[in-house]
């Protein structure tokens, strides 16, 4: 199956600052990713999608100044998470699929943790 | 809206005691259903993806069965490494985006 890397793994960083998890897929070009948050036990819950040079499309309730998300290229999308609060730690996972292909492929995740 | 039940949340079996997860679904068109496994701390790895009812795909000890209102795993004679959260979710014709149920958490004891 197709590989997709999520950086960093993990991050800690302090209430009000600000930080980016990147999304690259690897062995393929990923013409629409998605951004996906997950809270202890739950399941995954979309936060936006996105296709190549275009702006994301956010789900209802996710604040899109907050949550910046840019797909600059068909290998790499970023999430950046401004001025982060103790609400926002959870897990952040991305998924990448290829042209008119079903399947969405999901990175490893990344942990925030806002201190 | 896209629904998706999973059940049971969570579920303990013995080493070759064989068992099925449910998922059962509501969408306004369906474009396929997906199986993933997700492992703590990992993200989802997937297993299978049914387009049609009637239609079954098998992955070693895995099965997957779709109906036109749910979609069944079953796992014959598991093994502990198979101990995992087994998520359905199904994708509408309309859009691309997966809606995700809340996941079996399974447990193999040896």
């Known amino acids: 199956g197709a590989v997709v890397s999520q950086h960093p793994s993990w991050v800690i960083c302090k209430s009000g600052t600000s930080v980016k998890i990147e999304c690259r897929s690897l062995?393929?070009?990923?013409?629409?990713m998605f951004w996906y948050r997950q809270f202890p036990k739950q399941s995954l819950m979309l936060m936006a999608t996105?296709?190549?040079?275009?702006?994301?499309?956010?789900e209802q309730g996710v604040e899109k100044d907050k949550f910046l998300i840019n797909h600059a290229s068909l290998t790499l999308s970023t999430l950046t998470v401004t001025s982060a609060h103790p609400e926002d730690s959870s897990f952040y996972i991305c998924?990448?699929?290829?042209?008119?292909?079903?399947?969405?492929?999901f990175g490893p995740g990344t942990r925030l943790t806002v201190t | 809206e896209d629904q998706v039940t999973q059940s049971p949340e969570a579920l303990r079996l013995q080493e070759g005691e064989s068992s099925s997860l449910n998922c059962s679904y509501t969408v306004s068109g369906l474009r396929g259903l997906f199986w993933y496994r997700q492992d703590p701390g990992k993200g989802p790895e997937f297993l299978f993806t049914?387009?049609?009812a009637g239609e079954e795909k098998e992955k070693e000890r895995l099965k997957a069965t779709l109906t036109k209102k749910e979609s069944f795993l079953h796992i014959t004679a598991p093994k502990p490494e198979d101990s995992a959260t087994y998520l359905c979710?199904?994708?509408?014709?309309?859009?691309?985006?997966?809606?995700f149920g809340s996941g079996t958490r399974l447990q193999v004891q040896p």
């Open positions: 049914l387009y049609s």
């Open positions: 062995d393929f070009q990923a013409t629409t």
């Open positions: 996105s296709n190549e040079g275009s702006k994301a499309t956010y």
């Open positions: 998924s990448g699929t290829s042209g008119d292909e079903y399947e969405q492929y």
């Open positions: 979710a199904v994708q509408d014709t309309g859009r691309r985006a997966l809606t």
